[in-house]
């Protein structure tokens, strides 16, 4: 069983910053992929960003420039760096990642979420 904790999210004001972390316990041969989603209040969750094993980052175009993932494998934690943070990056952030349990099954797995509100 894999288990997947957010932390980090708070109150900023526009223009400042935050880092989330998120954390992966369990039992799993290796962590694939790494992605971070959000949902603000009455919108569809929408993708953020993943970094993929052997590759580089991919962002929305919506945070392009403004925000940066990077991963610690020793750790198993991706981090999200936001920096630049508008009014309209409110909303509720989650870590998904897909695993591999054994060398040739893959599971994915959710966080349950952490709230990000940028306001003034």
Known sequence: QVQ???????????????????AASG??????NM??????PGKQREFVGEIITGGSPNYADSVKGR???SRDGAKNTVALQMNSLKPEDTAV???NIVVA??????????GKGTLVTVSS
Do not use: D, H, K
């Open 93 to 95: 952030y989650y870590c």
């Open 67 to 69: 925000f940066t993932i």
């Open 101 to 110: 349990t054994a060398t040739t099954n893959f599971m994915n797995y959710w």
């Open 35 to 40: 992605r971070w989603y959000r949902q603000a």
């Open 27 to 32: 039992s799993f041969f290796r962590i694939n």
């Open 4 to 22: 997947l904790v957010e932390s980090g999210g708070g109150l900023v004001q526009p223009g400042g910053s935050l880092r989330l972390s998120c």
